[in-house]
Nanobody
Framework: QVQLVESGGGLVQAGGSLRLSCAAS????????MGWFRQAPGKEREFVAA????????SYANSVKGRFIISRDNAKNTVSLQMNSLKPEDTAVYYC??????????WGQGTQVTVSS
């Protein structure tokens, strides 16, 4: 099992920045990558960004590319999402997830991000 705890959400004005963090514990050695997802009211959950534990390769959704940066700290088992130039459409609950054996199998409880216009 892997436990994930997100932090750093909140309310910010459009154009502002927030930094989300995800602390992983448990059998983290069994995971190969970490991802951030989000779910806005009335919408399906969508992929935001991902990073591999080993070489740190990253991927981003087109909607956040150039504005969000995902990073990891292997020593601390943490993954962060720096969100810049936030837009009202970025408002959602953001979830951290751990990738293991071909899928994202472990999820955090989520943290609310609200961007006001």
């Amino acid at each position: 099992q892997v436990q994930l705890v997100e932090s750093g959400g909140g309310l910010v004005q459009a154009g502002g920045s927030l930094r989300l963090s995800c602390a992983a514990s448990g059998r983290t050695f069994s995971t190969d990558a970490m991802g951030w997802f989000r779910q806005a009211p009335g919408k399906e959950r969508e992929f935001v960004a991902a990073i591999s534990w080993s070489v740190g390769s990253t991927s981003y959704a087109n909607s956040v590319k150039g504005r969000f940066i995902i990073s990891r700290d292997n020593a601390k088992n943490t993954v962060s999402l720096q969100m810049n130039s936030l837009k009202p459409e970025d408002t959602a609950v953001y979830y951290c997830a751990a990738h293991y054996s071909g899928d994202y199998r472990f999820w955090g409880q989520g943290t609310q991000v609200t961007v006001s216009s």
